[in-house]
C-alpha cells in the first residue's frame, strides 16, 4: 500500500492524494496545464502530484469568489446567485482583478463601489 504524502492531509478522504477523491477531473486539469504551459513547447512531463494541488486550489479560488458573489446576492435581497453577483465580486476584490477583463462591465451594475481588499 502507498505512503501518504506529506502534504495530503489537505485533502478529504483518499488513502494518498493521488487516490482520493477530488471535485474537478485531474486528467482534465493535466490536460489544461500541458497546453497552457506556452507556446514555447509546453510542459511535456507533469507530476502525479501537480494536477492535485491545482485542483485543490481551484476548489478554494471557486469556494472564495462563490462566498463573495453570495454576499453580493443577499445585498440584492435574492436567493439565487447571478452573473452580476459574480461580477460585482470580481469588480469589488483586489484579489480578483486578473479577471475584471473577462467580466465585462455591463454585468457588475453596483461595480461603481469601492474595492473590499
Same mark, same amino acid.
Given at each position: 500500500?502507498?505512503?501518504?504524502?506529506?502534504?495530503?492531509?489537505?485533502?478529504?478522504?483518499?488513502?494518498?492524494?493521488?487516490?482520493?477523491?477530488? +471535485?474537478?477531473?485531474?486528467?482534465?486539469?493535466?490536460?489544461?496545464?500541458?497546453?497552457?504551459?506556452?507556446?514555447?513547447?509546453?510542459?511535456?512531463?507533469?507530476?502525479?502530484? +501537480?494536477?492535485?494541488?491545482?485542483?485543490?486550489?481551484?476548489?478554494?479560488?471557486?469556494?472564495?469568489?462563490?462566498?463573495?458573489?453570495?454576499?453580493?446576492?443577499?445585498?440584492?435581497?435574492?436567493?439565487?446567485?447571478?452573473?452580476?453577483?459574480?461580477?460585482?465580486?470580481?469588480?469589488?476584490?483586489?484579489?480578483?482583478?486578473?479577471?475584471?477583463?473577462?467580466?465585462?462591465?455591463?454585468?457588475?451594475?453596483?461595480? +461603481?463601489?469601492?474595492?473590499?481588499?
Amino acid at each position: 500500500m502507498r505512503q501518504a504524502r506529506p502534504y495530503s492531509g489537505m485533502f478529504c478522504g483518499g488513502v494518498s492524494a493521488r487516490t482520493g477523491p477530488h +471535485a474537478l477531473p485531474l486528467a482534465r486539469i493535466k490536460k489544461i496545464m500541458k497546453r497552457s504551459a506556452g507556446e514555447g513547447g509546453g510542459a511535456r512531463m507533469i507530476s502525479g502530484e +501537480a494536477p492535485v494541488v491545482f485542483s485543490k486550489a481551484c476548489e478554494l479560488f471557486i469556494a472564495e469568489i462563490t462566498r463573495r458573489a453570495w454576499a453580493a446576492t443577499l445585498e440584492g435581497k435574492r436567493r439565487t446567485v447571478h452573473k452580476e453577483d459574480v461580477a460585482t465580486a470580481v469588480h469589488n476584490t483586489d484579489l480578483f482583478d486578473f479577471l475584471v477583463d473577462v467580466v465585462t462591465a455591463d454585468d457588475a451594475p453596483a461595480a +461603481a463601489g469601492g474595492h473590499d481588499e
